[in-house]
T-cell receptor
């Protein structure tokens, strides 16, 4: 079946502009996750959704970052007033459930964001 | 704070030369330990989940094991196509977030 898809695959933006990154999870997966992977750094957890709600937003780096999920499916990560330090690969993952067996997370190909 | 440390950072092997990658972890309570493979320019690919000490899982030339403090990914008679970055991650039982805590990975190169 289809895996996690993300769009765009690459995004170049000017400092100060807003960007939206999209994630389509695997069909039937109730949990959705956003991570960031910077050069030389490990994957950094940002936020997760169970259904349409995000129980914990504390991983978001600043209040310029926000995310939403509608219809228990597609999610959008929005970065306002982008800064150069936001340049990274943004990865989305989904899992069947958020607890117990079945919470293996499957990742999309990522969106490479470059802020100039 | 949950921590995951992987070693070595990089490993270069000859084709057929077996070795092991290490993942040491510190968590408040382990719900699961995960191994992923990541190729350049791609997202991580799920390999294994281990839930409790003593558990082992195998897939082709890879075998993952788990103790109370660390996990090993054993690679037997590797081939060049096994070259990739191998990531270890843990899911802790404390708190409300279900995000994984990742190590920085081991960059594995298998030379023909």
């Amino acid at each position: 079946g289809a895996g996690v898809s993300q769009s765009p695959s690459n995004k170049v933006t000017e400092k100060g502009k807003d960007v939206e990154l999209r994630c389509d999870p695997i069909s039937g997966h109730t949990a959705l996750y956003w991570y960031r992977q910077s050069l030389g750094q490990g994957l950094e957890f940002l936020i997760y959704f169970q259904g349409n709600s995000a129980p914990d937003k504390s991983g978001l780096p600043s209040d310029r970052f926000s995310a939403e999920r509608t219809g228990g499916s597609v999610s959008t990560l929005t970065i306002q007033r982008t800064q150069q330090e936001d340049s990274a690969v943004y990865l989305c993952a989904s899992s069947l459930t958020s607890g117990g067996a079945g919470y293996e997370q499957y990742f999309g190909p990522g969106t490479r964001l470059t802020v100039t | 704070e949950d921590q995951v440390t992987q070693s070595p950072e990089a490993l270069r092997l000859q084709e057929g030369e077996s070795s092991s990658l290490n993942c040491s972890y510190t968590v408040s309570g382990l719900r699961g330990l995960f191994w992923y493979r990541q190729d350049p320019g791609k997202g991580p690919e799920f390999l294994f989940t281990l839930y409790s000490a003593g558990e082992e899982k195998e897939k082709e030339r890879l075998k993952a094991t788990l103790t109370k403090k660390e996990s090993f990914l054993h690679i037997t008679a590797p081939k060049p196509e096994d070259s990739a970055t191998y990531l270890c991650a843990v899911l802790a039982s404390g708190g409300g977030a279900d995000g994984l805590t990742f190590g920085k990975g081991t960059h594995l190169i298998i030379q023909p």
